[in-house]
């Protein structure tokens, strides 16, 4: 199984400033990659995959980036909204999907 | 729009059986396939179990397989897991979504499935 792990576990951002977050695979997964939000009492919400391509409707100060094992997810400028759980996911081994623990973007 | 309504969920002991719903609406069910994802209270998500538009291919995590069961009915756009044999550890919210060749675009609200001891 890929095991799928992130940092930080948890990020403390200004509104209006960079966040960056990682997310690292045990082994290679080519450009397989996503990322998910999660607010609290909601489902998550796909933003980017592939690993660079955004989601519906996503906002474009949300990027991507990475491939091989390593990956980057960039909110170029936080919103109040934004701040959530964030997950990656691996889908190189599909439909046997693993995610990673999160990160956690709260309200400096 | 597309919709995935979960329902099923709830209290059962220890060892104890569960079938949860997922009605699908607003897209051609047959043609996706579709997965079960749960989340334990306060932790991340785990993929549970897949099965694809004319139920030829399932596979299932192997924390589950052998308790677990996925079907559909595409006659009634729905999307079912049996579940057997409950444990705490079982104990998550249980997510519909569908399949986008392996990202997840549209999910379900969850349905809470609680195993006591």
């Known amino acids: 199984e890929i095991v799928m792990t992130q940092s930080p576990a948890t990020l403390s951002v200004s509104p209006g400033e960079r966040a960056t977050l990682s997310c690292r695979a045990s082994?290679?997964?080519?450009?397989?990659l996503a990322w998910y939000q999660q607010k609290p009492g909601q489902a998550p919400r796909l933003l980017i995959y592939?690993?660079?391509t955004r989601a519906t409707g996503i906002p474009p100060r949300f990027s991507g980036s990475g491939s091989g094992t390593e990956f980057t997810l960039t909110i170029s400028s936080l919103q109040s909204e934004d701040f959530a759980v964030y997950y990656c996911?691996?889908?190189?081994?599909?439909?046997?999907?693993?995610f990673g623990p999160g990160t956690k973007v709260d309200i400096k | 729009e597309v919709q995935l309504v979960e329902s099923g969920g709830g209290l059962v002991q220890s060892g104890g059986s569960l079938r949860l719903s997922c009605a699908a609406s607003?897209?051609?069910?047959?043609?996706?396939?579709m997965n079960w994802v749960r989340q334990a209270p306060g932790k991340g998500l785990q993929w549970v179990s897949y099965?694809?538009?004319?139920?030829?291919?399932?596979y299932y995590a192997d924390s589950v397989k052998g308790r677990f069961t996925i079907s559909r009915d595409n006659a009634k756009n729905s999307l079912y897991l049996k579940m057997n044999d409950l444990r705490g550890e079982d104990t998550a919210v249980y997510y519909c979504?569908?399949?986008?060749?392996?990202?997840?675009?549209?999910w379900g609200q969850g349905t809470l499935v609680t195993v006591s001891s």
């Open positions: 607003g897209f051609t069910f047959s043609s996706y396939g």
């Open positions: 996911q691996q889908y190189n081994t599909w439909p046997r999907l693993t």
């Open positions: 592939g690993p660079s």
């Open positions: 082994q290679s997964i080519s450009g397989n």
């Open positions: 099965i694809s538009g004319s139920s030829s291919t399932i």
């Open positions: 979504a569908r399949d986008g060749s392996g990202t997840y675009g549209h």
